[in-house]
Structure formats: structure tokens, C-alpha cells
């Protein structure tokens, strides 16, 4: 077959690391949850009730797998967000519920890093997120593990911890959008592939990092991240 030619270099694929293994995951799409634990939502300032759940982007390229956040300029107030990952092995549109878990390949642990600042700019704007949330480095994230291995979590303690003082603490039981309803709902909105992230919501607690500010985060019998704020 003969070769495609590129008129500039081609980017450079993003791949996850595996627990455990040499081989690694290739990401197609990253998309997030918001507000999906009812204390964040409160904390926010919003009625945490059973709303329809909205989603947005990030891009594969925000992933960092170094366990460094290089701190974004233009902003001065950056909070953490530690969220439970899924990484899809299939997709489609419209998946029925009891077909969702079938499409995950397995887990992981990522820190979602907001502009803050930016953000409430945004909102009050009525624009679009993207600048608070899908800048650069904006998504450190654990190798992943499969579900194979350990299932598909509903419950388990999801935490973070700053300089060695917890600051979120939470369980995967308290989402208001389970991960199966997830998984449906967003196939709604998009059709979903294998290669997918997507990243569940975060608990309340969230809060500011500084430069120097290392950061320790996990879910319970998923996996670990250690960050450091650069």
C-alpha cells in the first residue's frame, strides 16, 4: 500500500500507560462530566437535584503521564479536581444501559486542572470553557488498569491530598450519574469509539495550588497519582 505523504508532520499519537504492561492504551477523544457529586455541585452553587448532565472536552494532548502540572499563565487561581477515569473499548450511539459496562476497557485516576479565574470570566460571558479547561497539561492521569482485573467500581473512596492535607474526599457511590448512565448519556450526544477517556466528575473540596505544591490522589482499589505543581 502505498504510503500517505503529509504536507506538514503528522501529530504525534497519545498513548496511556498500562499498569503492569508494555502495552498501551491509544486515545481517540477526551470528554468530562460536570458537577456529577451533589457536595460539588452545592459548592459551586448549584441545586445538586438530578438534572440532566452536561458534558464537555478536553483534548487528548492535555493528558500528562509525567506526574508534572507546569502552572498556565494568564491565570492566578487554578484549582484541582481529582476524578475517576474510564477508558472505552467500544462505542457506538444511543447504547442501551445494560450494554454500557461492555464498553469499558478499565480505570484510572486523573486530576482535571481548571482556571478558575478564567472560568468565572467564562460563565459570566456566556462562552465556552474551553480556555479554563482544555489549556495545556491540564489533565495528569494514572497508568490504567483493566476491568478484567478489577471490575467496574461503584463504590470506593475517591480522595486528594495537598502537601500531605487532605482537601477532597469522597465515594464513587455519591455520583449522581452513575457510570453506566454516563456511558448511555454521552452516547446520546456523541457517537462514542474505543480510545475514548472520559472523565467522571470530582467530589467538593476543590481548591488552589501554587507552584511547589505536590499533590497525592487516588481511588480505592482503582489506582494512584502522585502530581507535583511545576
Known sequence: MRETQTVIPAPAPVFLPVAGSEAVFPVRRVYCVGRNYADH???????PSREPPFFFQKNPQNLVINGQF????LSSNVHFEVELVMALKAGGQ??????????VWGYGVGVDFTRRDLQDAIKKAGRPWEAAKAFEASAPISPLVPADQIGHPQQGEIFLDVNGVRKQTGDLAQMIWKLPEIVTELSKLFTLAPGDIIMTGTPAGVGPVVRGDRIACGVTGVAMLDVTVI
Do not use: K
Open 41 to 47: 455541585a452545592i459548592e459551586m452553587g448549584h441545586d
Open 94 to 103: 444511543d447504547i442501551p444501559l445494560e450494554e454500557a459496562l461492555s464498553c
Open 70 to 73: 507546569p502552572y498556565p499563565s
